[in-house]
């Protein structure tokens, strides 16, 4: 019960979303799903009214009479349905546009942290393949549920005031079905979970094979993709099968129970025309039976219906208790001109429990100071920058922001201060000038600044600015790319900027361009991982971080360093 209630929470918001600012389309298509209920019961009506006039009953309409009301309700039917095609697609057009968005909202507000620890490919199954759920199983079925109730009541209200008898003997028979229905109804849910993993998975995979595609290809292992591609395509394919054959057993069981309920209403109700029961003529048996198919087919459909809207209500929970998972509690804001220092005392994380990666680190950096930070792969430098920038908060000891944890400090205000470049970079398949602003609007001469100090300007003259760079950035080399995340960076103008190997994909005189152009912006804390040991750019930090298996070995200026003639010295002579 507990944990019906837990999920009805979670969700509710989501599906509050799919109605704002959308309940008049809901009521409209709604309305017209009556309208049609009730052509269909009148259609019945008018069966019943042709048979016995043509058989010459008492008390009977003329046949022009009927022809009358035949048209009226076709003319009715066919402006119903009109309205119907018109605002059903409306309706789910704007539902699903804003569900996906609110989604989407809430994932950008996890921190890196949150989300390095989970699956993308996660997230890509549950607004494609899950969203088709929801549209189909959920959105869908109500309109249906909507005309299927409608038709249910409406033909026992009819068949009560005909013959209570002979719906005493279908309500009866109709028990058969019912408990078919109780039986099956439920199994679904669980299997449309399944699918949603397996659909998780299948994304995943697929993935990891496209962005490795040059690593398959370069060493062969065309054969071991394929093998991986047919595994997860095939328990997929295999999950898709298992819910089809459970939804057609269950319609199938559902559908059986009510053919032999209809035809023993068939049969009793020709007894009772033989017998001459008073008010049963072979008009109103006919319309019995059409009126039947009204309340066998809800019955015969409704396990379906509510067992598929319970599994698409279970991949709503499963997006929404994801987003609500591994996300940060807002903190208190940070103002970047209150930076005087970022402190790390006796610092130590690792990924795994018991395997260190970084080792009672304890630095100051100032306000302003420009740092580098070597040593050989492996030793934590990588690390180190990114727990500066939140990116994984299971640290021991305390990193200070002036004199705040980072661990109280929003992410939201964190990044506000800190810019960082990467050793990976993401470009977005639109324009060069999109991807340095990130699509948001800046001064013209702050843009032309930030795209001579990252050493773009002749990608620019060559291409313009209007260039599109094609999904990830595939129009590009690694260089070009490398020196868009730079400018990215320098746009921005934050008070502090971490640098992780920026210049590993550029050139030796393009990475000194670009490495000088940082190193001659003032009032900026710098903090740069890199491998590059050059004597007059080492000479130009105010202070050199070396580091060995996780710890900080040695600190100094470069010429402090190499005086010591220890690991420092032995890693720039190495290089030499």
Known sequence: MKRHQNQRKRIKPYLARLYQGNKGPFAVTAAMRVVASFVSLSVAWLMQQIIDT????????????????????????????????????????????????????????????????????????????????????????????????????????????????????????????????????????????????????????????????????????????????????DALEKSKCQRRQVSMAVQAMAQWAGFITQFGVFLVGAYMVFAGRAGITAGVMIMFVQLMNYVITPIAQAPSIFANRKAALALVDKLAAALESNVRDEGETLLPGAIPAIRLEHVTFGYTQGAPVLQDISVCFEQGKRYAVVGASGSGKSTLLNLLMAAHGGYEGRILYGDQELHDISCESLYDAVSMVQQSVFVFNASIRDNITMFSPFPAERVERAISQSGLSALIAERGEDYLCGENGCGLSGGERQRIAIARSLLRGTPVLLVDEATAALDKEMAAHVVNALLNLRDLTQIMVTHTLDAEQLARYDSILAMKDGRLVEMGDFQTLMALRGYFYSLYTVAQ
């Not at 409306?90 to 989604?103: G, H, L, S, T």
């Not at 109780?182 to 995979?205: D, H, P, Q, W, Y």
């Open 54 to 233: 043509i058989a010459g009953a008492p008390e009977m309409r003329t046949l022009t009479e009927i022809i009358i009301i035949s048209l009226l309700v076709l003319a009715v039917w066919m402006c119903s349905e009109g309205i119907y095609f018109v605002m059903k697609p409306r309706f789910m057009q704007r539902a699903i546009r804003q569900y996906k968005a609110m989604a989407f909202a809430r994932l950008t507000r996890k921190s890196m942290a949150s989300f390095s620890r989970e699956s993308s490919a996660d997230y890509i199954s549950a607004l494609t393949n899950d969203v088709t759920s929801l549209e189909n199983n959920y959105l869908e079925s109500q309109f249906t549920l909507i005309e299927l109730a409608i038709m249910f009541f409406g033909a026992f209200v009819m068949m009560l005031a005909y013959s209570p008898t002979l719906t005493a003997v279908a309500v009866a028979l109709s028990i058969l079905p019912v408990v078919v229905s109780v039986l099956t109804g439920n199994r679904l849910e669980k299997i449309e979970r399944r699918v949603s993993t397996c659909n998780g998975s299948f994304v995943a995979m697929v993935k990891d094979c496209l962005t490795g595609f040059p690593v398959i290809k370069s060493f062969k292992a065309e054969g071991a993709a394929e093998r991986l591609f047919h595994e997860s395509s």
